[in-house]
């Protein structure tokens, strides 16, 4: 296990610039001007990656896209390595490491969308500071804000001193299994990192960023009872059915569960019958039976949602006992995948957010707040959890309507989320008395 930074040291960073009052140095004068002078440049970018198709499972599309990211990083002088993702089953991932002083910087961001080649949606459309196109803020802004920033921190000279590693995942969206190869590489950065960023757009509003997000996994209920003529059910012989113990269990989720805070758990797909099909790989399947048969089966599939890890193993824990509290002649198990782990709203996850809300208003452009948690989905961020001491998500831009055809971005919002970045970056690698 590595080292983790002492509270001395947390300390220095969190008072290297006082969190009221703190005007721009000159240094980040600079950078900020640096980025006002490449905004176009960083749009052109953009441009360039939404016009290229990077849907999870077009792995040529997501390794070219990963190309273009990889020379970017090359030109700024770190170490790139493209991870092959045969392993799990997808394109793979682009790392980027540089070594420096002071803290260790982990960036995250990822490079496949969700919109494969057969989608309608396949280009970048600009009108005045409104963008749409596929990924233009999930995540392929997201992904331009990081080589942005860096590139302010070369030109302004900061960038040399800095001990940075950037993992930009190809299969965020649609993640390889199994997952603990698909997100080895990003969980080693995590080890060796002292604090992560990340650049997903959050809730695609600036004004707020994300320090904590819920974990999510899979879960897959199997229930069997005694097929027979549905005259004799609930006779000893025959029992309940499957259906009927299904429908038991699923209201004792509800009962049980329902309510915590922060916790949902939801049935995606049901089928029961007496002969009953069900395909993982496509989340469907096909059921027969007849009214006058008693079920002899049922699958359930559905997902669960939580902000700690302790929340899941009790969740977990619940609907196992439920599962063994079986109507007669029935019997159920239940089993649960892996899954993106949560994010823990943690005291070193909000002093980070206090740093860059004071950056924020020293660059005038206001407070940034926290995402509420029910409002962030589960991200690649989470797999730092507990492995670093400060993490933030959501520094992508402005946008909205992600995972839709309605894709959009405030192109604006790539300036002012890159000034943000790089200021936070300078100033969390600050010696004292710099």
Do not use: C
Not at 8 to 16: G, K, M, N, Q, R
Not at 163 to 168: D, F, H, K, L, R
Not at 287 to 312: C, H, M, P, W, Y
Not at 402 to 427: F, G, N, S
């Amino acid at each position: 296990m590595k080292a983790r930074l002492s509270l001395s040291a947390l300390l220095t960073i969190a008072l290297v610039t006082p969190l009221m009052g703190q005007s721009l140095s000159d240094v980040e004068r600079r950078i900020a001007s640096e980025v006002d002078a490449t905004a176009e440049e960083a749009i052109a970018l953009l441009e360039r990656t939404v016009n290229i198709n990077s849907g999870s499972m077009n792995f040529d599309g997501v390794r070219e896209i990963g190309v273009l990211f990889r020379e970017e990083f090359d030109r700024l002088g770190f170490e790139t390595e493209w991870v092959d993702g045969a392993a799990f089953e997808r394109a793979g991932h682009l790392v980027a490491r540089r070594e420096g002083s002071g803290p260790k910087l982990l960036l995250i961001g990822h490079l496949d969308t969700v919109f494969e080649p057969t989608s309608p949606f396949q280009s970048f459309v600009r009108d005045g500071d409104r963008a749409t196109g596929p990924g233009v803020v999930d995540m392929k802004g997201g992904n331009v804000v990081i080589v942005h920033a860096l590139k302010a921190l070369q030109a302004s000279g900061q960038l040399d001193r800095m001990s940075i590693t950037i993992v930009m995942t190809g299969d965020e969206e649609r993640s390889g299994r199994p997952l603990d190869l698909a997100r080895a590489d990003l969980i080693a950065a995590a080890e060796w990192a002292d604090i992560a960023i990340a650049f997903e757009n959050g809730d695609g509003n600036p004004a707020t960023a994300v320090v904590a997000r819920r974990g999510s996994t899979g879960w897959r209920l199997e229930v069997g009872g005694n097929p027979a003529h549905s005259s004799q059910i609930f006779q000893p012989e025959v029992g309940a059915g499957a259906i009927y113990e299904a429908s038991r269990i699923l209201t004792a989720f509800y009962d049980r569960l329902a309510g915590q805070p922060l916790l949902t758990f939801n049935p995606g797909v049901i089928l029961g019958g007496t002969d009953v099909e069900y395909d993982a790989f496509t989340s469907g399947g096909s059921a027969f039976g007849k009214s006058n048969v008693v079920a002899e089966g049922v699958v359930v599939t559905g997902d669960l949602r939580t902000i700690t890890l302790d929340q899941l193993e009790e969740a977990r824990a619940t609907m196992r006992v439920a599962t063994t509290e079986n109507l007669p002649s029935t019997s159920a198990s239940i089993t649960f995948g892996d899954g993106y782990p949560p994010l823990a709203p943690t005291d070193g996850n909000h002093a980070l957010l206090a740093r860059f809300s004071q950056v924020s208003q020293d660059l005038s452009m206001g407070e940034v707040a926290a995402v509420d948690p029910r409002n962030a989905g589960a991200a690649d961020v989470s797999f730092t959890a507990g492995l670093v001491d400060m993490a933030l998500d959501g520094l992508g831009p402005g946008g909205g309507n992600a995972h839709t055809v309605d894709e959009w971005i405030d192109l604006p919002t790539l300036a002012i989320q890159t000034k943000r970045a790089a200021v936070l970056m300078y100033r969390l690698t600050l010696r004292p008395g710099a």
